[in-house]
Structure formats: C-alpha cells, structure tokens
C-alpha cells in the first residue's frame, strides 16, 4: 500500500489532454515538494517535473505540474503514442523522515 | 552527462545478504548531493529504500530500517546497498539515483534486477 495515492490508469486520445491525480496528506504533499517520473515500458524513471511545477532540461511544456494543498496533478496535453508510459509521483514525508511514491498510473493513449 | 550504474549478483538465496554497488560518473559522490537507492518489484510501484549523504549520513525507509545499510566509498566514487534476511519479497528491480536537496531523483542507474529464490 503506497503512502500516495495514483488512479492505477488513464486513457485518451492522441492530440488530447490528460491529468493523473496524487493524494497525500499534510506530513508529505503537504509539506514539501512534489516531483514526477515517467517510465516507459523496460526502462529507469525519468525526472519529468520537480518542486511541483518545475521541467528539467529537455521536458517538453506539454508536460506541467500543479500542487495544492494535500494533492498534486500532472498534466499531459497534445498526447502522443510515445506518452504511453507508467508515471510516478514522489515527495518528501516530514512524519516518517522518509521518502515515498505513488503506486504508479498506466497512460494509454488510445 | 552524470550516470549511475548497478552492479551485483541477480540471485539471491532467501534469509541470506542481497548487495549491490552504484558508480557514479561525471559527478562526485562529494558534490553535495544525497544518493539513493529505490527498488520496483515485478508489477508494482516504486519503492524508497534509503538515502545517504557523501559524509555518511543516513535515512531509511522506516519499514526496511531493521535490514538495510547504506553506506559509501568516496575513493571510489560508489555507494552500496546491503539487504539481510531476504525473502521473495525481496524480489525487484533495484535502482540508484541522485538526490537532489528538496528529495526528487534527477539522475537514475538502468536498475538491476535481483531475484530471491533458492
């Protein structure tokens, strides 16, 4: 059982948008950053956004990132065939000193 | 470009020491940065195994704390994993990674998986 919460998938169609929803609570998302990985199928996590809202060099700005309060959301527009990957969040636990992840959520693109 | 890469034995016996190794290069050990270990069993989500500073500080995950040691070679620019007493559970892809100041991963090793079966 992950201390965050992801929807296990998501779907839609290419050229739409997409949000993945990550639920914690005030000792985790509440109090710190918040961060997004994408893996696609038989590889490592790669950082997609970090401290919320932040892209790495090279994300493209279809990929964004949003707290508030105790729930972070990624959002994906302009979806394509190669979105279609499994995609974490990550913060901080001030309560447990630990890190921790979300289960995961399946993008399809249809 | 910074990489991370795993090194270790993919099979394990149960109740006996899982251990693996992570190289860093183009970035030192000594830079800075907390380095990390994250594992994903088959199908499942990730999970924070523990996080170790150049100095030797350490935090690990509250439900591995009793088995697990982190620990680091600056001379080598490496950093070390140990699990005792494994079980199937134990099974999983390992990676190690970069940790940045506010606890997001930046760079990842490919992951190394490592099987507990007898």
């Known amino acids: 059982q992950s201390v965050l919460t992801q929807p296990p998938s998501v779907s839609a169609a290419p050229g739409q948008k997409v949000t993945i929803s990550c639920s914690g609570s005030?000792?985790?998302?509440?109090?710190?950053?918040v961060s997004w990985y994408q893996q696609l199928p038989g590889t490592a996590p790669k950082l997609l956004i970090y401290e919320n809202n932040k892209r790495p060099s090279g994300i493209p700005d279809r990929f964004s990132g949003s707290k508030s309060g105790t729930s972070a959301t990624l959002g994906i527009t302009g979806l394509q065939t190669g979105d279609e990957a499994d995609y974490h969040c990550?913060?901080?636990?001030?309560?447990?000193?630990?890190?921790?992840f979300g289960g995961g959520t399946k993008l399809t693109v249809l | 470009q910074v990489q991370l890469q795993e090194s270790g034995p993919g099979l394990v016996k149960p109740s006996e020491t899982l251990s693996l190794t992570c190289t860093v290069s183009a970035s030192s050990i000594s830079d800075g940065y907390y380095w990390g270990w994250i594992r994903q069993p088959p199908g499942k989500g990730l999970e924070w195994i523990g996080n170790?500073?150049?100095?030797?500080?350490?935090y690990y995950n509250p439900s591995l704390k009793t088995r697990v040691t982190i620990s680091v070679d600056t001379s080598r620019n490496q950093f070390s994993l140990k699990v005792g007493s494994v079980t199937a559970a134990d099974t999983a892809v390992y990676y190690c990674a970069r940790c940045r100041g506010s606890s997001y991963f930046d760079y990842w090793g490919q992951g190394s998986l490592v099987t507990v079966s007898s």
């Open positions: 005030s000792s985790n998302i509440g109090d710190n950053y």
């Open positions: 990550g913060t901080w636990d001030t309560s447990l000193s630990a890190g921790v």
């Open positions: 170790i500073y150049h100095n030797g500080g350490t």
